[in-house]
């Protein structure tokens, strides 16, 4: 059975930082491209960071520079690094498990999500 257990949401001030961390089990996490997406009131589910096995990453244009995404295969763990956190960036944020096919995200396996709330 496949999991991904996202923690380390919750309620900020603008311009903190947060790390999410996503755990997976039931799949050879090495093997899998990995992302984070986040979806605000109201707004469809978006990408905003993946990482291919190589660690290769891709970011969405309203995160570069702010996020960095990253992961440990040993731990089977993906990471989201936040800093300068903005009230745009309320939303539950959510890890997948996929494949990459050159630019092209396909995925596969969804956490539960966590929710990051920033005030002003």
């Known amino acids: 059975q496949v999991r991904l257990v996202e923690s380390g949401g919750g309620l900020v001030q603008a311009g903190e930082s947060l790390r999410l961390s996503c755990v997976a089990s039931?799949?050879?996490?090495?093997?899998?491209?990995m992302a984070w997406y986040r979806q605000a009131p109201g707004r469809q589910r978006a990408r905003i960071a993946d990482?291919?096995?190589?660690?290769?990453?891709h970011y969405n244009y309203s995160v570069k520079g702010r996020f960095t995404i990253s992961r440990d295969n040993a731990k089977s763990t993906l990471y989201l690094e936040m800093n300068s956190l903005g009230p745009e960036d309320t939303a539950v944020y959510y890890c997948?498990?996929?494949?990459?096919?050159?630019?092209?995200?396909?995925?596969?396996?969804w956490g539960q999500g966590t929710q990051v709330t920033v005030s002003l």
């Open positions: 997948n498990a996929g494949r990459m096919t050159g630019v092209y995200y396909y995925e596969d396996y």
């Open positions: 990482i291919n096995t190589d660690g290769t990453t």
């Open positions: 039931g799949i050879t996490f090495s093997t899998k491209a």
